[in-house]
């Protein structure tokens, strides 16, 4: 069973910077496509970043692009997310997610995801 854990949310002024982390276990073969998804509150989850395990390839929503960094590393079995410039609309509370299907990473759909993480929150304040 897969299992996801998140860290490193909280609360920072506009302009400042967080990096999430997401450790993965339970797992024998890597995930092929692992994100990071947020979700306001009274809105839709959306996705946010993904990264292609396989070869590394990034992808964004526009409005992060810039902004947030999506990284792994293989061997600590964690997923990053590096967030700088944040604004107020960032805050939200977020979600790592793992799936198997290469085309997931480029649409970041929650649909395509079957396994998810309890979620950290993140508050920017003006």
């Known amino acids: 069973q897969v299992q996801l854990v998140e860290s490193g949310g909280g609360s920072v002024q506009a302009g400042g910077s967080l990096r999430l982390s997401c450790v993965v276990s339970g797992v024998i073969f890597t995930p092929n496509c692992m994100a990071w998804f947020r979700q306001a509150p009274g809105k839709e989850r959306e996705g946010v970043a993904s990264?292609?395990?396989?070869?590394?390839?990034?992808y964004y929503t526009d409005s992060v692009k810039g902004r947030f960094t999506i990284s792994r590393d293989n061997a600590k079995k964690t997923l990053y997310l590096q967030m700088n410039s944040l604004n107020p609309e960032d805050t939200a509370m977020y979600f790592c997610?793992?799936?198997?299907?290469?085309?997931?990473?480029?649409?970041?759909?929650?649909?395509?995801?079957?396994?998810w993480g309890q979620g950290t929150q993140v508050t920017v304040s003006s």
């Open positions: 990264i292609y395990t396989v070869d590394g390839s990034t």
């Open positions: 997610a793992a799936g198997y299907s290469r085309n997931a990473c480029p649409r970041i759909i929650k649909a395509d995801f079957p396994y």
